[in-house]
């Protein structure tokens, strides 16, 4: 089994900061790409960034860019997002995710790759 926990997560005032981490154990292979996904009460689920596994390429939403950092530490099998500049927009509850190859797909045709999801770590910015 693979798990993912999240910590980090809480009540920051507008304009403060929040570092998120989310750390994967289990029966792992391998991990591909990592994310952070957020939802907001009545909306649907969107990605914050994500990060590849080779070169950690990243990406971000345009409502975060130059304000969040994501980044990664492999030999920890551990994401990280940083959130500075924060805004009353960017409470919702934060979710990890990792695509990972268990060590169980190694017996299995195409050695597949599942994605895996935290548990959620709630942020609110107050204004």
């Known amino acids: 089994q693979v798990q993912l926990v999240e910590s980090g997560g809480g009540l920051v005032q507008a304009g403060g900061s929040l570092r998120l981490s989310c750390a994967a154990s289990g029966n792992i292979f391998r991990i591909d790409a990592m994310g952070w996904y957020r939802q907001a009460p009545g909306k649907q689920r969107e990605l914050v960034a994500g990060?590849?596994?080779?070169?950690?390429?990243?990406d971000y939403a345009d409502s975060v860019k130059g304000r969040f950092t994501i980044s990664r530490d492999n030999a920890k099998n551990t994401v990280y997002l940083q959130m500075n500049s924060l805004k009353p927009e960017d409470t919702a509850v934060y979710y990890c995710n990792a695509r990972i190859m268990t060590t169980q797909a190694l017996g299995l045709r195409g050695f597949p790759i599942s994605d895996y999801w935290g548990q959620g770590t709630p942020v609110t910015v107050s204004s």
């Open positions: 990060i590849s596994s080779g070169d950690a390429a990243t």
